[in-house]
């Protein structure tokens, strides 16, 4: 008899035949940096995760490095918002404080910044609104002045979350004019209209005011379209693509590990946070064997770097 049972009977050989593995190596740190002092303000979806001032935020940066995370990608809050975000590019905004902040006092610390424009815009899209929708081509012409403005703070790797058509070939082309060519790009290359975003945005202050963002993030039912974001973004010289959300969308990992020679990044958003977290609370799952068996599944479908509100917790139960 066929008997794949042998192989399951104690620890040992089950760890001799693992196929997947995390390890703290994968893992990228996500950080709400508020403007502003004195800010150490808990997400109440989002347990475990905070907004920081700059002044309040070397403790959580001390753990991180502690914890030998590699990588964290930084979300600017700032104090002043407009029709089209035009903090986004001031050189001395939150997000580019935040880079020389964490550079100059954690210069091992890989940094990632966010780079789009719902934070920072009074209507919460992400770009500059015309005729009650995003213009694509208008945005891309600040998305260029914000990545340059990230890449002078000296930001280690950009990641354009805005979904509009032709940014890594704008952003791309920017870098290289500005003597940045080896700044590398990690693109939300095929990111959904997600629900599970919904903490996020309380998270960010970055509901949009009208509407929604269907008209350019996917839609869920969509898997070749997946394949045709990624195209564009590894024709335009992407460094790494990335799907987002992560669990609901693991045959679309798949599908980019099968198909592009590249990096494949997943982020486990934050309403897979929150869910995992609230039914933790309620005793209705095991909350940290949920964390583990959702993260392993991301690398199981193919993802090589997961984007995760976890991180820290995750660290902290592989060190042991
Ligand atoms: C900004 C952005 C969002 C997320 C990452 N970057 C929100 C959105 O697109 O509405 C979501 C992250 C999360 O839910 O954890 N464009």
Known sequence: MNRTRRLRKTEGIR?????????????????????????????????????????????EL????????????????????????????????????????????????????????????????????????????????????????HAK???????????????????REALDNSGYPNLPIMGYSVKYASAFYGPFRDAADSAPTFGDRRTYQMDPSNRLEGHREASFDDEAGVDILMVKPALSYLDIIRDLKEDFDRPIACYNVSGE??????????????GERVMMESLLSMKRAGADIIITYFAKEVAKLLKK
């Open 15 to 59: 760890r001799l035949v693992r196929e997947n593995k995390l390890t703290v190596d994968d893992l990228i740190y996500p950080l709400f940096i508020e403007e502003g002092t004195d800010i150490e303000k808990e997400i109440v979806s989002m347990p475990g995760i905070f907004r920081f001032s700059l002044d309040r935020i070397s403790k």
């Open 62 to 149: 001390d753990e991180v490095v502690d914890l030998n995370i590699p990588a964290v990608l930084l979300f600017g809050i700032p104090t002043q918002k407009d029709c089209e975000g035009t903090e986004t590019w001031n050189d001395n905004g939150i997000m580019q404080q935040a880079v020389r902040f964490i550079k100059k006092n954690y210069p091992n610390l890989y940094v990632i910044t966010d780079v789009c424009f719902c934070e920072y815009t009074d209507h919460g899209h992400c770009g500059i609104i015309n005729n009650n929708d995003v213009d694509n081509d208008a945005t891309l012409v600040n998305l260029a002045k914000q990545v340059i403005s």
């Open 153 to 171: 703070a000296g930001v280690d790797m950009v990641a354009p979350s805005g979904m509009m058509d032709g940014t890594v070939e704008t952003i």
């Open 273 to 286: 946070y929150a869910m995992v977290k609230a039914a933790a609370e309620k005793g209705w799952i095991d």
